[in-house]
């Protein structure tokens, strides 16, 4: 890669392509269940409340292997460690589809969820590897189009599926996708060699940090399900997830440098500030990402696969600003980028709330495609200014 003038080579973006499409499997995945699941409820003769462990429990899951990553890539070639997660998402994949209850199929979301929570966190950090920090704004951009496009995608060909052919094919699809990875892996991404063999995994700080994502998480889908915060369950997860936060911080400060997530990356402000900003926007985000189906659905009356097709303006709009954030994020730093990306998103959101079953769908596209352009200027920045 030419750094200095800032263009990214074909070898170099090759490899970041090759890292992205590893990813494709679980970004679709993730959320193309969610359309699932009154199918799987009726087939699997289970409940919404069982059935619904087979979202969450990825999520935990997935949660759980992150703490594990940085210590895989310092023990490990990151190309064998990518690999595995693909392999192991790929077999999770093949399990779910042959599930023959809701709790078979709550397992074999589980392993799915750990691979997914792999391969993830190694996409970004192996892609900050591979192109170095001058570019970083250009390449998290350009590759980062199926981390955007996914969500807007996965409800759509679920949609597809469900309505078409079955459930198991929500699982099977990810079957080809996997292999094409795994071939690809082996044929083009080169190694990243292991960091630090000498390192020792912090099993006491993965444990707090799991058990504290873990238990919030529970906590808050407790929240979801009772339509509120203030009952005992939620209070009582929630506590005791922030109890072992709490330790953690500790534990880090007593070991430090050794901890699997140092407390010294916090003394940059950039870093907080772009840490803080991807939690509340990839929750603004992402709720809208469930919430606008249900509105096309319940309110506007349309099938599942209408609700779907009836986001493509918001993704048409991230197309048009993802070339333009990676240069200008580059160029001018993730601040002035996201801030005017807020402020686009505001305007694309604002109008929901006079929307009704009567609106034109044309104006809501209309605001749904600068809705599109906003906020495909908010998390790449973000994620490019954290890992830089």
Same mark, same amino acid.
């Given at each position: 890669?030419?750094?200095?003038?800032?263009?990214?080579?074909?070898?170099?973006?090759? $490899?970041?392509?090759?890292?992205?499409? @590893?990813?494709?499997?679980?970004?679709?995945?993730?959320?193309?269940?969610?359309?699932?699941?009154?199918?799987?409820?009726?087939?699997?003769?289970?409940?919404?409340?069982?059935?619904?462990?087979?979202?969450?429990?990825?999520?935990?899951?997935?949660?759980?292997?992150?703490? /594990?990553?940085?210590?895989?890539?310092?023990?490990? *070639?990151?190309?064998?460690?990518?690999?595995?997660?693909?392999?192991? &998402?790929?077999?999770?994949?093949?399990?779910?589809? #042959?599930?023959?209850?809701?709790? &078979?199929?709550?397992?074999?979301?589980?392993?799915?969820?750990?691979?997914?929570?792999?391969? +993830?966190?190694?996409?970004?950090?192996?892609?900050?590897?591979?192109?170095?920090?001058?570019?970083?704004?250009? +390449?998290?951009?350009?590759?980062?189009?199926?981390?955007?496009?996914?969500?807007? %995608?996965?409800?759509?060909?679920?949609?597809?599926?469900?309505?078409?052919?079955?459930?198991?094919?929500?699982?099977?699809?990810?079957?080809?996708?996997?292999?094409?990875?795994?071939? #690809?892996?082996?044929?083009?991404?080169?190694?990243?060699?292991?960091?630090?063999?000498?390192?020792?995994? *912090?099993?006491?700080?993965?444990?707090?940090?799991?058990?504290?994502? $873990?238990?919030?998480?529970?906590?808050?889908?407790?929240?979801?399900?009772?339509?509120?915060?203030?009952?005992?369950?939620?209070?009582?997860?929630? @506590?005791?997830?922030?109890?072992?936060?709490?330790?953690?911080?500790?534990?880090?400060?007593?070991?430090?440098?050794?901890? %699997?997530?140092? #407390?010294?990356?916090?003394?940059?402000?950039?870093?907080?500030?772009?840490?803080? @900003?991807?939690?509340?926007? @990839?929750?603004?985000?992402?709720?809208? +990402?469930?919430?606008?189906?249900? &509105?096309?659905?319940? %309110?506007?009356?349309?099938?599942?696969? +209408?609700?779907?097709?009836?986001?493509?303006?918001?993704?048409?709009?991230?197309?048009?600003?993802?070339?333009?954030?990676?240069?200008?994020?580059?160029?001018?730093?993730?601040?002035?980028? %996201?801030?005017?990306?807020?402020?686009?998103? /505001?305007?694309?959101?604002?109008?929901?709330?006079?929307?009704?079953?009567?609106?034109?769908?044309?104006?809501?596209?209309?605001?749904?495609?600068?809705?599109?352009?906003?906020?495909?200027?908010? #998390?790449?920045?973000?994620?490019?200014?954290?890992?830089?």
């Amino acid at each position: 890669m030419n750094q200095k003038e800032g263009i990214i080579d074909k070898t170099t973006m090759t $490899t970041a392509w090759v890292l992205v499409f @590893g990813a494709l499997a679980p970004l679709l995945d993730s959320t193309m269940i969610n359309i699932a699941v009154h199918s799987l409820v009726r087939n699997l003769h289970s409940s919404v409340s069982t059935i619904q462990w087979a979202v969450t429990g990825y999520v935990l899951a997935t949660a759980i292997a992150v703490t /594990f990553s940085s210590w895989l890539l310092n023990q490990f *070639d990151g190309k064998k460690v990518f690999l595995a997660g693909e392999i192991i &998402f790929a077999f999770g994949s093949v399990l779910s589809a #042959l599930a023959i209850n809701a709790q &078979f199929l709550i397992g074999a979301r589980l392993i799915q969820g750990f691979a997914g929570g792999i391969i +993830m966190p190694l996409l970004t950090t192996l892609l900050v590897q591979t192109a170095g920090q001058k570019v970083m704004g250009q +390449m998290m951009a350009t590759v980062g189009l199926p981390i955007i496009i996914g969500p807007l %995608v996965g409800p759509i060909i679920g949609g597809i599926i469900i309505k078409y052919l079955s459930w198991q094919w929500i699982f099977w699809v990810n079957v080809p996708v996997a292999v094409i990875s795994i071939l #690809l892996i082996l044929w083009k991404m080169p190694s990243y060699p292991a960091q630090n063999k000498s390192a020792k995994m *912090d099993f006491v700080g993965i444990v707090f940090l799991a058990g504290a994502t $873990t238990s919030m998480i529970y906590g808050i889908v407790k929240a979801a399900r009772k339509a509120s915060f203030a009952n005992k369950d939620t209070l009582l997860f929630i @506590g005791l997830g922030l109890a072992l936060a709490l330790l953690y911080v500790f534990w880090a400060m007593r070991i430090k440098d050794k901890a %699997v997530l140092p #407390l010294n990356l916090f003394k940059y402000r950039s870093f907080n500030g772009s840490v803080l @900003g991807l939690l509340i926007a @990839g929750t603004v985000l992402n709720g809208a +990402m469930l919430a606008l189906p249900l &509105f096309f659905q319940e %309110v506007c009356g349309m099938s599942v696969m +209408m609700a779907g097709l009836a986001l493509i303006p918001q993704g048409a709009g991230m197309l048009v600003s993802r070339t333009l954030t990676g240069k200008l994020t580059d160029k001018f730093g993730a601040k002035y980028v %996201v801030l005017t990306s807020l402020i686009i998103t /505001f305007i694309g959101t604002i109008p929901f709330y006079w929307f009704n079953h009567e609106t034109s769908y044309w104006i809501i596209a209309l605001v749904l495609f600068v809705r599109g352009i906003g906020a495909g200027g908010i #998390l790449m920045p973000l994620m490019a200014d954290s890992y830089t």
